[in-house]
């Protein structure tokens, strides 16, 4: 049977440089420690290879006769390295064009080519084989570090097309290292460089545009298109091929993972290193991961003035992240690891051993080197274990792989050996005694076996000396004692059968020549033990516990709803009762259980809120904060993205608006086009995950937008229509026409294409999708009232609204909210107008009338400006306050949940230090859903905490720059504070 | 209670004055006394129950009732505020109407060394802006251009005049400079990481600045030297001029401390200054005052306390640094009318509210150096003042009734008050 390994493949590669011949051959690897896999290992076994393959592996195996032997006692051989996820012998394109907001920027609106998908970014076709070559210098590199195979991809646009795995066999043919010209398929969040195409500018625009793809691929088939789409044909051929996703991020993990659900796809996620601080959510992603082990370096914070730009979150990042691969590995995630984002290959190794002594067990850590990215890439019969018919990568150590001390000697890949340390070299450590011409020197040899360093003292003085190593040949050159000359005796001796005493030839600083000897001494037991010593000592690296948020004020433990008794307040119940003062308010699982005099419960926790205030919580209807993104800029219509998308629940503007008393925002898709994208509304739940923060039964929203920035009146594009008042009206009418289209023909029964955008637009026709619309003018928001009434539905909000004062009547007919700034004006033409009695004027005229941010700073004093609405226009007190907190709960259709204290809503509270609408109240307690969520009192002492917490990371900073290892100068990471205007980009 | 507010509102505006909007009023002719009032002084003291009398646009007398016989036309103000007219220093006013439409904008010169550049000359004393200034008590500004390292020459104006000439309090009070940033932004639209990283030019830069005030001194030698930004350098260095200096990082206030030592500047203030009170000990010990920033921000850095923009004012007054408020930032110009608010922030976070109060009054006079004149309430002074029904640091109460500027009974309208009226006009018909 084992013969029959012998058939090979024919030949037929013409050959021009000499007689063909093969080599069929066996080399015999004998003795050896053998690692099959991370879980099993054969001591004393045999490997036994043949053209490139392993034939056998065992303890006694039968060995042909055509075999060449060799024999590796004390050795170990592991499979060799995997990594999933390179761009090895594929250039990253350059970006062509500037950002759209770059004046005279090349902006290109539509795909720019032919018989592909409408969008540039998607570019399944991809085949990186076309763009690849072979690099056999980086190859090297790769091999030095124990590297057998790379999987490599053209790392560029969101669908990126296939990869291909190669061997790093350099002395192999092209043909013979392709393991595999479509090995995987990858993909990300980032554009193609290759392209202008302007859409999408955003993360949720190529969320959408990956799940209007894949909509479009399922339908594709069976459709009677017109198109020829390469793309779409591409992906429908790619769908089996494993699908490895660049997220670059946990959250961006989450982010992709939730794409691939919708879809039934499972992908492989390259992650961002940060995945320990929320390892719960990260296992219930269910994908596999391949981890970059790019640990931040240290910051130098040797400057106290610079220092202090680096955030708490930033500097515990460095702390913790090399635990990430071993609490990746507690919590049964199976992940690969990669060299992606490392400098260069060869710090995988310091990398991996910090990881090790962070807790990464090796065996989990050999694995994730091989036999996992083999799983990874279908190729586990071929790859990553040691077993008969699986490719002979293989690699050769002194010692066990991740010991201290080992030295890989060999990386055979393919069969083909490749040496990384010679092994046959004899390892000449140790000391001597040295004699040469009557003069009796003490000689110390350590280091690299290969590459040894000498020390030579003659009585207690150091001479100087250079050792060269090479062939079995060793020269030493060393100094005289009197070191104002320069002179120098040489010695030179082959290391024969006899390494413990040498001999040879010497050449004196007078230029004679004589004999030398070097004898070794016995090793010295005292020396052993000092050496031994640090080891044993070895201090487990401290690693500062994590928070949640990860970052400064996250809290140690999530918030509990509680029972809580607020004693003795003025309560602002904002229903028929009013202003109730000395009264008691009882919360209980999460809702408002009771509201009146002399309550009483067991187990609360009591609050005496004599001379304070309780209101409802804060609701700001117009935010932008808590997002990484807000603008989809790309097309005039962005219905299809969502804000859910990205919701960040780590900003740490969450905890500033708890700060003063805002509970629940909407957050809102920014201003750039006349259709925005789909709102997210949120409680802000410090701490918790993305999901959580977002209501449950979340009322639908939209976004839409007029006047100037939809017109991009003040940057750079004149390209995109519209750029009038009159194009935005004639935009909608198409809009809603096709949405009108679209579900007569969904009804119909008919095949139809599946439009996320045209879906959206239709909920809106149907009443079930509310819109708040920014607006300006009064022509606008007469215009987008009759377009509404044309189609037989309700604008819900208009949100900005500065000229409502000017259509309040029109707006109360139509049954529109108003959700305004209290006195914002003056920034742009449209708001010339803008008069700060503008809510007081809506009100009167029976609007629902909000006052909202749109800012990161204002919404943390709503009740102020709500107050200003006394000052302008003489609101009552009363219903300024509903300005904030009941009218935006209407606005949002939460109001039979918040905006109020009322038995039975979620007990959404805050309790203030004075009148709430006074410049003077603070917010002392804020509570979601009794859950206290922001105290004054605990962000006291949070606030000594991180000061301590950073001291001690900044001493353990000192501490590593002191020891010489790299650091990185003082960075401030920034988020981008968004506005309704604020445009961010995707690269 | 609330009602009463709302009817007194609507009577300042519906039929308190007959008095075109924008229309300045005449020099004060007829001698003034409000009675009654607590008279918040913007030194610091309060006097409950107050006699304020003032003649030809100057407090003649101020004291508890009683201290002096009314005369002239007599407010009763009982139960009422008084205040001296707020001060907004380091104010783009009437430089830039709408920051969008680029035709509006005259804020910032082209150049990085423009200390001849005069602010005055482009204030416009007909903005709707500065006119939206007044029903909110801030009477007073200095008009500060924007931009490069040397952005030009400020003056103070008062805000009820027909032109920059009629505006001007006090002409070319001091020269602004940018002072170099330890951190620069990563330009993201060049696919830089959009973070703060160390600043590598700093050192260059600073020597830059440095060279040109050498160059400048050595111009200012010669009697006959013709350049212009070296002559406008002038008062700097011989006290006429104070040297508003916009800095932040607190490394970056040590550094400017040691430069107006070595360059002998005579009146340094420093703007903005975000750091300040980590040096607050240097600075009081220097005698060098600080404008800071807007308290309605949100803070710098991530970790650092969510009030410390609230209390920055605080620390530094606590201190002992001379410290008044100023409003630079996004949106500076409509938001110049919440400087009270901001300074009722202040006292929100820890401040006694006359102590808040001097932040927009008594303090600013003195740093911008026309305390001899204007920003309290004191004998001797310019009538600029006002009545309000409450508490002018906080929202809530901030009503005025009537507000004079060098004792001329000014307008409340603007074009805010005008489109209310004429649309509430609409809807109630």
């Known amino acids: 049977m084992f013969w029959a390994f012998n058939f090979y493949g024919q030949e037929y590669f013409p050959k021009n440089d000499g007689v063909k011949t093969t080599d069929s051959n066996y080399t015999v690897f004998k003795n050896a420690t053998i690692h099959t896999t991370p879980d099993s290992e054969i001591k004393n076994g045999t490997l036994v290879i043949h053209k490139g393959k392993i034939v056998q592996v065992g303890n006694t195996v039968p060995v042909p006769e055509n075999s060449v032997v060799i024999d590796l006692k004390g050795k170990h051989i592991y499979a060799s390295f995997i990594d999933p996820f390179t761009n090895f012998g594929i250039e990253k394109p350059k970006r062509k064009g500037g950002s759209i907001f770059s004046p005279g920027a090349k902006l290109d609106w539509k795909a720019t080519r032919e018989g592909y998908y409408w969008n540039d970014h998607i570019r399944p076709e991809t085949n990186a084989l076309t763009d690849f070559k072979y690099d056999s210098k980086k190859a090297t590199e790769y091999v030095k570090e124990g590297f057998g195979v790379l999987n490599t991809h053209m790392p560029d646009g969101i669908i990126r097309g296939t990869g291909l795995l190669v061997a790093l066999n350099n002395e192999g043919t092209a043909g013979e290292r392709l393991l595999s010209d479509r090995s995987a398929q990858f993909l990300s969040f980032s554009k193609s460089n290759k392209s202008n195409q302007v859409y999408p500018t955003s993360l949720m625009g190529a969320m959408a545009l990956l799940r209007q793809f894949y909509h479009d691929a399922n339908w594709y088939p069976s459709s009677k298109s017109d198109n020829k789409d390469l793309s779409i044909e591409a992906l429908n051929r790619n769908k089996n091929l494993p699908q490895i996703f660049e997220a670059g991020s946990r959250i961006n993990g989450f982010r992709a993972d939730k794409v691939g659900d919708q879809f039934n796809i499972q992908y492989t996620i390259v992650g961002g290193g940060d995945e320990y601080a929320r390892i719960d959510k990260v296992k219930a992603t269910n994908a596999r991961y391949i981890i970059p082990l790019d640990f931040p370096e240290a910051y130098d914070v040797s400057d106290p003035y610079m220092a202090n730009m680096v955030s708490l979150g930033d500097m515990r990042h460095w702390n913790q992240a090399p635990t990430n691969p071993a609490i990746l590995s507690k919590n049964g995630i199976s992940f690969s690891l990669t060299t992606h984002k490392l400098k260069k290959v060869a710090d995988l190794k310091t990398r991996i051993m910090k990881a090790i002594e962070h807790g990464l067990d090796k065996k989990i850590a050999l694995a994730s080197l091989t036999t996992v990215p083999a799983q990874i890439l279908g190729k586990s019969d071929l790859l990553g274990s040691l077993k008969k018919g699986a490719y002979a990568n293989f690699l050769i150590t002194k010692d066990e792989l991740f010991s201290k001390d080992n030295i890989i000697f060999e990386n055979w890949v393919q069969g083909h050996k490749n040496v990384v340390n010679d092994m046959t070299v004899k390892d000449i450590n140790g000391k001597y005694e040295l004699s040469v011409a009557g003069k009796s020197y003490d000689l110390s040899i350590s280091g690299k076996p290969s590459k040894p360093k000498a020390e030579i003292k003659l009585g207690e003085t150091k001479l100087g000396s250079k050792i060269n190593y090479k062939n079995n040949w060793v020269t030493l050159t060393f100094t005289d004692t009197d070191t104002t000359k320069t002179t120098y005796t040489r010695v030179v001796t082959a290391i024969g059968d006899t390494p413990n005493f040498w001999s040879g030839k010497a050449i004196l600083p007078n230029g004679s020549e004589t004999s030398f000897t070097a004898k070794k001494k016995p090793d010295d037991a005292s020396d052993k033990k000092k050496d031994k010593k640090p080891s044993d000592k070895e201090e487990k690296p401290e690693v500062l516990p994590l928070a949640y948020p990860n970052i400064a004020y996250g809290n140690s433990q999530l918030p509990k709803s509680e029972t809580i008794l607020l004693k003795n307040a003025t309560v602002w119940t904002n229903e028929t009762d009013g202003i109730l003062t000395e009264t008691d308010v009882l919360v209980k699982n999460g809702k408002i259980s009771a509201v009146g005099k002399n309550l009483s419960a067991n187990n609360a926790k009591v609050i005496d809120a004599t001379g304070k205030h309780v209101t409802a919580g804060i609701i700001d209807e117009h935010s932008h904060i808590a997002a990484d993104a807000i603008n989809e800029a790309g097309h005039n219509s962005s219905a299809e993205v969502t804000i859910e998308d990205v919701v960040s629940p780590s900003d740490i503007n969450i905890y500033r608006n708890l700060a003063g008393g805002v509970t629940s925002i909407q957050v809102l898709h920014g201003s750039a086009n006349p259709i925005g994208g789909r709102s997210a509304i949120l409680k802000l739940k410090w701490g918790e995950s993305a999901e959580n923060l977002i209501y449950k039964n979340s009322p639908k929203f939209i976004k839409f937008a007029l006047g100037e920035n939809v017109k991009q009146s003040n940057w750079g594009s004149t390209t995109r229509f519209p750029q009038t008042r009159m194009g935005v009206e004639q935009l909608y009418v198409d809009y809603f026409n096709r949405a009108k289209e679209y579900e007569k023909l969904k009804k119909s029964g008919k095949p139809y294409r599946k439009d996320i955008e045209m879906e959206t637009l239709v909920e809106i026709l149907n009443g079930q999708r509310f819109i708040s619309c920014h607006s300006y003018v009064q022509s606008e928001i007469n215009m987008l009232m009759k377009v509404a009434e044309k189609f037989n539905f309700r604008v819900n909000t208009f949100t900005h609204i500065l000229e409502g004062y000017k259509v309040a009547d029109k707006m109360a007919a139509h049954g529109v909210g108003g959700s305004t700034f ?78 109020s204290i009322k038995v039975g809503k979620d007990a959404d509270l805050v309790l203030w230090t004075d009148h709430p609408l006074s410049i003077y109240a603070k917010a002392e307690k804020t509570i979601i859903e009794g859950a206290i969520y922001f105290d004054l009192e605990k962000d006291k002492n949070m606030r000594k905490s991180i000061a301590s917490e950073k001291n001690k990371l900044s001493t353990m900073m000192l501490k590593a720059k002191n020891n010489g290892l790299k650091t990185q100068p003082p960075k401030k990471k920034e988020k981008q504070h968004f506005e309704c205007e604020t445009i961010e980009t995707i690269n | 209670m609330k009602k009463i507010i709302f009817i007194i509102t609507l009577l300042i505006v519906f039929s308190g004055k007959v008095n075109a909007q924008q229309t300045p009023v005449k020099a004060q002719s007829e001698t003034i006394s409000i009675t009654g009032a607590t008279a918040h002084i913007g030194n610091g003291e309060i006097i409950e129950n107050s006699i304020i009398i003032f003649e030809n646009g100057k407090i003649t007398a101020i004291g508890t009732s009683g201290s002096a016989t009314p005369k002239g036309k007599v407010i009763d103000a009982s139960g009422k505020h008084v205040y001296p007219g707020f001060i907004a220093p380091n104010s783009t006013l009437g430089l830039v109407e709408i920051s969008a439409v680029r035709a509006t904008d005259d804020d910032s010169e082209l150049g990085s060394y423009n200390p001849h550049i005069r602010s005055i000359i482009a204030y416009n004393a007909e903005s709707k802006i500065v006119e939206s200034m007044r029903p909110n008590g801030v009477l007073t500004a200095q008009i500060t251009p924007r931009g490069g390292v040397f952005s030009g020459t400020s003056s103070i104006v008062q805000l009820d005049a027909w032109n920059w000439e009629d505006a001007t309090i006090k002409a070319d009070d001091g020269v602004h400079m940018n002072w170099p940033n330890i951190f620069t932004r990563g330009r993201w639209w060049m696919g830089e990481d959009p973070g703060f990283k160390p600043n590598k030019e700093y050192s260059k830069q600073v020597s830059q600045l440095e060279s040109f005030i050498n160059q400048a001194k050595a111009s200012l030698k010669s009697a006959s030297t013709d350049n212009l930004p070296h002559l406008a350098m002038k008062g700097i260095f011989d006290g006429t001029k104070t040297l508003f200096v916009h800095v932040n990082a607190e490394k970056a206030i040590l550094d400017v ?27 009081k010990q220097n005698d060098i005052a600080v404008l800071s920033g807007r308290t309605h921000k949100t803070p710098n850095l991530e970790d650092e306390d969510y009030d410390l923009p609230y209390k920055n004012a605080k620390l530094l007054m606590d201190a002992g640094v001379l410290v008044a408020l100023q409003n630079s930032g996004g949106m500076e110009r409509a938001n110049a009318r919440n400087l009270p608010f901001q300074a009722g922030t202040v006292a929100a976070h820890g401040l006694n509210k006359e102590k808040a109060l001097q932040l927009i009054t008594g303090n600013s006079a003195k740093i911008l150096g026309i305390d001899d004149f204007t920003g309290t309430l004191e004998v001797g002074k310019d009538a600029t003042l006002f009545i309000s029904i409450g508490d002018a640091l906080d929202m809530r109460t901030n009503q005025l009734e009537k507000a004079f500027i060098q004792g001329r009974d000014i307008s409340l309208e603007s074009h805010q008050t005008k489109l209310w009226q004429r649309y509430s006009g609409k809807h109630s018909k």
Request: hydrophobic share 40%; glycine share 4%.
């Open chain 2, 257 to 283: 401390i040691s430069f107006a030592k070595k360059h002998n500047v005579k009146k340094l203030v420093l703007v903005d200054a975000y750091e300040a009170y980590k040096v607050a000990n240097q600075l």
């Open chain 1, 822 to 899: 209290s006195d914002w004006w003056a920034y742009k033409y449209e708001v010339n107008d803008a008069i700060p009695y503008n809510a007081t004027i809506m009100h009167n005229q029976g609007v629902v009338t909000a006052i909202n941010s749109d800012d990161a700073e204002m919404s943390r004093r709503l009740n102020q400006e709500a107050a200003k609405s006394i000052k302008y226009g003489g609101i009552s007190e009363e219903d300024a306050l509903k300005f904030v907190t009941l009218n935006p709960a209407k606005l949002l259709h939460i109001d039979d949940r918040v905006g």
